[in-house]
């Protein structure tokens, strides 16, 4: 009789500890269950695991899931237009700085001798945009832009005569201390590079436009 009650004790035992075994799978069914993984991240996440029903509020998205939900939250199609326009100012700047120790010369058009506006009319044209021939004309053309926000590529304009705009000149660069430098045909040096630190340049600046 013993025997038989100790018999029974242990099949008991055992049974409580299955029980709670299966009580633990449940509960946390994502220590178990892979599938558990592709559970909505930000709802309650429903399962059925051998025919109970498993609910768990746990926001559960493993790292590769969650690299790719912020992968997928870039426009991967703006990328080209972005590598498109750098290549546009590349090509534009180097075509401009062909043209560096090309004498100034009033109504001139090409590398025998330019002026200001004709100079930045050919380095457009280059890039298949059709400017204006005269410099207050080419400033009526594109989107005004404030000067802290001037990128290579767009165009300065000043006022060297004492009235409106009578001289343009294209952004070349912008250095580490945000000096703004600039390639344009002066009266002076004819087709050269400046700085808007420089005093006179940056007394005789009027606005900056963006055509790009």
Not at 105 to 133: E, H, W, Y
Not at 141 to 167: A, Q, W
Request: aromatic fraction near 10%; include cysteine; glycine fraction near 6%.
């Amino acid at each position: 009789m013993k025997f038989q009650y100790k018999l029974f004790f242990l099949i008991l035992t055992i049974s409580i500890l299955f029980s709670s075994c299966g009580t633990q799978l449940i509960s946390n069914p994502k220590s178990y269950y892979p599938e558990y993984k592709n559970a909505n991240a930000y709802s309650y996440s429903q399962l059925r695991l051998n025919g109970k029903t498993a609910i768990d509020s746990t926001n559960i998205v493993d790292i590769n899931e969650k690299a790719n939900l912020e992968l997928s939250k870039i426009n991967l199609e703006n990328i080209p237009e972005v590598v498109e326009e750098n290549s546009s100012v590349n090509e534009l700047l180097n075509f401009a700085k062909s043209f560096l120790g090309t004498r100034y010369r009033m109504g001139g058009t090409t590398k025998s001798g330019i002026d200001c506006s004709a100079f930045i009319q050919n380095v457009f044209g280059i890039i298949d945009i059709s400017l204006p021939r005269i410099s207050k004309d080419q400033a009526k053309v594109g989107e005004k832009i404030d000067l802290n926000e001037v990128k290579k590529g767009d165009l300065l304009f000043f006022n060297t005569r004492g009235k409106g705009v009578s001289h343009v000149a294209i952004v070349e660069s912008i250095d580490t201390n945000n000096v703004i430098h600039f390639i344009h045909a002066a009266t002076s040096v004819g087709v050269s590079i400046a700085s808007l630190n420089d005093s006179y340049w940056s007394r005789k600046f009027l606005f900056a436009k963006r055509v790009l």
